[in-house]
């Protein structure tokens, strides 16, 4: 069972990574952001709330967030393993999916955390609003709070992993292959 938690900052290339991951590993991808993006997409009531919060650049209630996870955990349930994409993002996320995954006894092998500096980050999304027709990747004012919510919310998770062993910090520069080399090494060392 590999349960590994993609970390970092908007636009560091947890989406690209966790893509390759799941192919290497057959395990089943879990972003919350691409869920709330499906709901969107669908226009249900979840979905039209959700944009509003997203084109803000604001995180969406974590109850709303744990309660997509928790029945994507139910509907893989029997799975190799899950790997997590922007989520958790806030401490009551992470400790509900602690709750979620003790209770199916599937602990979490690592936090891998793709290192960025904020300068390439903001580059790589502005790039990706060019075509991807992410509303929340075309303006610098949204992109710029998506990253101070990410300090301020997200990155304190890496102390709440760190304290559990969990936390591995990997350079999120360079090829893409090259950082899923790194990523693959760490996980294969630990699993
Ligand atoms: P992402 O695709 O991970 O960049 O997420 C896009 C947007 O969806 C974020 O800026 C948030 O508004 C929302 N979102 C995604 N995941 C979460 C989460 N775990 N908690 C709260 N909001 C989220």
Redesign the pocket.
């Known amino acids: 069972m590999i349960n590994i938690i993609l970390f970092g900052a ?2 560091a290339g ?2 690209t990574q966790a893509n390759k991951l799941i192919e290497k590993y057959q395990l089943v991808h879990l ?7 499906s709901e969107i997409a669908k226009k249900t009531d979840l979905g039209i709330a ?1 944009k509003k ?2 084109d ?7 109850e ?2 744990i309660g997509m ?1 928790d029945r994507k955990l139910e509907e893989h349930k029997n799975s190799n393993g899950f790997i997590f ?6 401490t009551p ?1 992470a400790v509900a999916l602690d709750r979620l995954l003790a209770d199916r006894k599937k602990p979490i092998l690592a936090m891998i955390a793709l290192l960025v500096e904020e300068e390439e980050l903001i580059k790589r999304l502005l790039n990706r609003g060019k075509d991807s027709g ?1 509303t ?1 990747d075309q303006e610098l004012s949204i992109i710029e709070n ?1 990253i101070k ?1 990410y300090t301020n919310e997200t990155a304190p998770l890496a102390e709440y992993y760190t304290s559990k062993n969990k936390y591995v910090g990997i350079k999120g520069v360079g090829s893409i292959d090259d950082i899923f080399g790194r990523i693959s090494d760490t996980i294969d060392k630990l699993k």
């Open positions: 908007p636009g947890k989406g972003s919350t952001g691409d869920l709330l993006r959700a919060v997203i803000r650049g604001e995180l969406v209630p974590d709303v967030v996870i994409d922007g989520f958790p993002r806030t996320q992410r929340d998506r919510v």
